[in-house]
Nanobody
Framework: QVELVESGGASVEVGGSLRLSCAAS????????MGWFRQAPGKEREGVVG???????TYADSVKDRFTISKDNAKNTLYLQMTSLKPEDTAMYYC???????????????????WGRGTQVTVSS
């Protein structure tokens, strides 16, 4: 079983950048499919980006070309680099892990086994 802890959330101005981290313990992330999700107040949780164990990614259209997912297997940590932030990016951000390989059609869905508790990102103008 893997435990996930997110960090790096903060309040930033429009156009700013942030890097979120998701530290894993209990198992190696090498074989896991990973994802970042977000949930704004009053809205459903939505998939932001998914990364399979082979390194292939699936991005939501709303963040494509602005956000980048990466994973450091040596540190057992997942990252989300966010640039050109907008007010609509304000949300609680969660990382998720799946022991099962997820095809592109499932990487932005709730198909993950493990979830972190989230880190808050607030973008203000």
């Amino acid at each position: 079983q893997v435990e996930l802890v997110e960090s790096g959330g903060a309040s930033v101005e429009v156009g700013g950048s942030l890097r979120l981290s998701c530290a894993a313990s209990g198992d190696s992330l090498v074989r896991y499919s990973m994802g970042w999700f977000r949930q704004a107040p009053g809205k459903e949780r939505e998939g932001v980006v998914g990364l399979d164990s082979r390194g292939f990614t699936t991005y939501a259209d709303s963040v494509k070309d602005r956000f980048t997912i990466s994973k450091d297997n040596a540190k057992n940590t997942l990252y989300l680099q966010m640039t050109s932030l907008k007010p609509e990016d304000t949300a609680m951000y969660y990382c998720a892990a799946s022991m099962t390989w997820l095809p592109p059609s499932q990487r932005l869905t709730y198909a993950y086994n493990y979830w972190g508790r989230g880190t808050q990102v607030t973008v203000s103008s």
